[in-house]
């Protein structure tokens, strides 16, 4: 079963490739027309909180995820896909999340702001580092010979210049930066959704024959990230808003960027691509569920930290 999913290919052609780029650059431009410099100022102001945010995606997921991957042993090719998701930032949709949520909404967004930027450099770094130090996975990396600089090249032109355009659209349009957040909001994130399944349609004999081993499997790893980010938020006493903006940040991952990663350099390997597919599914469900929970629940006024 092993050597069946990791000589497996996933179907997705140059052209389809391409509208998955276009389709991320324009979910990032669409989160960054509501980031203004004031939250970057945040993290002058309050730096523990965002510096914690920031290191819960980065540093502890990543330690975490590896630590998971060795002690259940999932195939090579799976386990370099949670290795990937691991090593993206946070998810288009977290700041929704947050704000159903009752989370810390300002704190959401610098999150977002920071890790994109972080993630141009984390993103490959982490790959590299973590999937390295796995056996089964850095015998995937040596034959397939990852040039990351490449893979800076492409993160940082995929997050980095919409996330600059829509700041600056922000910074000189603020109200036409209002009215257009909603459309490329909505509409990306429908049109990258629908990209996904397309993807998963195509393949879907693939998919179907083993959803149900990555199915519990992220399921665990999901579980996992929104527990890093809720305990190591819960171990630096943050208030009940902040933990929640913290816990959504680390569990809704942006797999979209991992799945094209995969396809540019990865060739649509299998095991890295059903998983990391499912995760950018899943999410979403955990996510709404989790911030529709937490949306019903009081929250005791306190003072944020």
């Known amino acids: ?11 997705f052609d140059a052209q389809s490739l391409w509208t998955l780029n276009i389709a991320l650059a324009l979910v990032m431009f669409g989160v960054a027309l509501e980031i203004s410099i004031d939250d970057f100022k945040r993290l002058l102001k309050k730096p523990k909180s965002v510096l914690v945010g920031v290191a819960s995606q980065f540093v502890v997921l990543p330690v975490m995820t590896f630590l998971l991957v060795m002690v259940i042993e999932p195939m090579p090719s799976m386990a370099l896909g949670m290795f990937m998701v691991a ?24 999150l977002t702001a920071i890790a994109t930027l972080l993630a141009i450099v ?14 089964p996975t850095s015998t995937i990396l040596e034959e397939i010979s990852i040039a990351p600089l490449e893979m800076v090249k492409l993160v940082a032109l995929l997050l980095g210049l919409p996330l600059v355009l829509g700041m600056w659209v922000n910074q000189k349009k603020p109200s ?5 957040a ?17 993807a998963l349609y195509k393949n879907a004999d693939i998919f179907l024959e083993y959803i149900w ?6 399921i665990v790893h999901n579980l996992v990230a929104f527990s890093t980010g809720f305990s190591l938020a819960k171990a630096f006493n943050f208030s009940v808003e902040n933990i929640r903006s913290i816990t959504i940040e680390t569990g809704i991952q942006n797999s979209g960027l991992g799945l094209l990663l995969i396809f540019t350099f990865f060739d649509g390997l299998g095991g890295m ?13 955990s996510g709404l569920l989790l911030g529709s929970f937490w949306g019903y629940k009081p929250i ?6």
């Open 122 to 135: 984390m993103t490959p770094l982490n790959l590299q580092l973590w999937g390295s130090l796995y056996e």
């Open 1 to 11: 079963m092993d050597q069946l999913i990791d000589n497996v290919h996933i179907n």
């Open 176 to 180: 036409l930066a209002k009215l257009l």
């Open 213 to 218: 081993y990555v199915f519990w499997l992220v």
């Open 300 to 305: 005791k006024k306190e003072e944020l930290v």
């Open 182 to 198: 909603k459309f490329f909001k909505i509409g990306s994130l429908l049109f990258f959704v629908a990209l996904v399944f397309l």
């Open 87 to 110: 090593a993206c930032p946070g998810g288009n949709i977290s700041n929704f999340i947050t704000n159903l949520a009752k989370g810390n909404a300002a704190l959401s967004v610098t």
């Open 273 to 285: 691509a059903i998983l990391t597919a499912f995760w950018g599914i899943w999410h979403l469900v």
